[in-house]
Nanobody, 136 residues
Framework: QLQLVESGGGLVQPGGSLRLSCAASGRTLDFYAIGWFRQAPGKEREGVSCISSSDRSTYYADSVKGRFTISIDIGTNTAYLQMDSLKPEDTAVYYC?????????????????????????????WGQGTQVTVSS
């Protein structure tokens, strides 16, 4: 059974950076697709970024494209989300999630928009979340 534990959240000033970690145990991340989600107060959880299981392609929500970078380090069995140029609107609880081996991220439609990272209900494993607050 795969277990995921996020860390690295905290308080940062606008324009600052944080690197979130998603440490995996119980299984190696070699064959898992990983997604990062976030949920701001009073809002629904939204997909931020994901990395495919097949060819490790990476995808980003438009709101974070060019500022966030997703990666996986198999040596440490950890997924990362590097967040740069942070904005107050990035404030949220951030979650990592994984799809079972043999499954990969897919494109889905919602509200007239196309999303590349599979809806949250598709993911099989979740971490507990880590709080990110961007404020001066």
């Amino acid at each position: 059974q795969l277990q995921l534990v996020e860390s690295g959240g905290g308080l940062v000033q606008p324009g600052g950076s944080l690197r979130l970690s998603c440490a995996a145990s119980g299984r190696t991340l070699d064959f898992y697709a990983i997604g990062w989600f976030r949920q701001a107060p009073g809002k629904e959880r939204e997909g931020v970024s994901c990395i495919s299981s097949s060819d490790r392609s990476t995808y980003y929500a438009d709101s974070v494209k060019g500022r966030f970078t997703i990666s996986i380090d198999i040596g440490t069995n950890t997924a990362y989300l590097q967040m740069d140029s942070l904005k107050p609107e990035d404030t949220a609880v951030y979650y990592c999630a994984a799809l079972n081996p043999g499954r990969d991220v897919t494109t889905y439609q919602s509200g007239g928009y196309s999303y590349r990272c599979s809806p949250e209900y598709d993911y099989d494993y979740w971490g507990q979340g880590t709080q990110v607050t961007v404020s001066s």
